[in-house]
């Protein structure tokens, strides 16, 4: 395909993933890092070029498709694909704990980066824990298992985890409402205080970024080095195994990051400016 068929095609699939956006062309092109007028001569059939890498790396992240269909390489527009040959199914209830030990013990010296479903499990207080297990029938022992685990992996020498979640769930944790309305005044702050001394204690070998929820959304997962992506799923895992399906939730966890508006040696002085109701 010369660079002519290359670009022809590229326009075609942007104005596919445009005009399914229902995004106004000043909305859309903020969404991908680009002002308007470089967008409308993307989708012109005057232009014979392509967008920088950093443009494609978003369109493809914003609009849940692949570079390589952006570009004519794969007709598989996503991840999908990919994801239902190379998974696999692993329930939590019997032996998630010791899956978690496993698959952190494999990627050893590796950069781990993690979304979290709620607060990191690490750095949850053992209230919080049984709180969250007792209201969904689970066992607290072997979730404060894991947690421990977790925390005494973060403190190993040569740890580096990245940990990316909304901002608003801090708040909304703060102020007890939601799903932690069950939880007193008192737990709360002691959930908070307890997050902020592990947070101080741990940087930089564990980062923890906030981005707004308003912004970006990402369902709870673990990128565990180059070796496995484990999609949690309630009492299941998905595990993802192939590189390319890794690479892909890499960047769109990149792309969390990009969109941080709590850095991650700001994140404890966040905490502390919540008011606990």
């Not at 696999?88 to 980066?113: P, Q």
């Not at 479903?117 to 007792?134: G, H, K, Q």
């Not at 970006?216 to 180059?226: E, K, Q, V």
Request: charged share 20%; glycine share 6%; net charge negative.
């Amino acid at each position: 395909m010369d660079k002519r068929q290359l670009v022809e095609v590229f326009r075609a699939r942007l104005q596919i993933v445009f005009e399914r956006s229902r995004l106004s062309q000043t909305a859309f092109a903020q969404a991908i890092g680009i002002d308007r007028s470089a967008l409308s001569l993307l989708l012109s059939s005057q232009t014979v070029r392509l967008p920088r890498v950093e443009t494609l790396l978003a369109i493809a992240e914003r609009n849940a498709v692949t570079m390589d269909w952006l570009l004519g390489i794969s007709q598989d527009e996503g991840v999908t694909g990919a994801m239902l040959s190379s998974g696999v199914i692993e329930t939590t209830e019997e032996d998630g704990a010791s899956l978690l030990m496993r698959w952190h013990g494999e990627a050893a010296g590796s950069k781990i980066r993690y979304v979290p479903a709620r607060i990191p499990d690490l750095l949850r207080t053992s209230d919080v824990i049984a709180y969250e297990a007792y209201a969904a029938h689970q066992s607290p022992e072997a979730q404060a298992q894991d947690a421990a685990f977790r925390l005494e992996y973060n403190r190993a020498a040569g740890t580096d985890m990245e940990c990316c979640m909304p901002l608003q769930t801090l708040e909304l944790f703060a102020s007890g409402t939601g799903i932690w309305s069950g939880l007193s005044r008192e737990q709360r702050g002691a959930q908070l205080d307890h997050m902020i001394a592990l947070i101080d204690e741990l940087y930089p070998s564990f980062r923890l970024f906030l981005f707004d929820g308003r912004e970006r959304f990402s369902i709870p997962y673990t990128i565990f080095g180059s070796t496995r992506v484990a999609i949690f799923a309630g009492q299941m895992y998905l595990v993802l195994n192939s590189a390319e399906t890794i690479r892909t939730m890499q960047r769109q966890f990149e792309g969390l990051i990009r969109h941080t508006r709590i850095h991650a040696h700001e994140t404890a002085s966040f905490i502390r400016t919540l008011h606990v109701g």
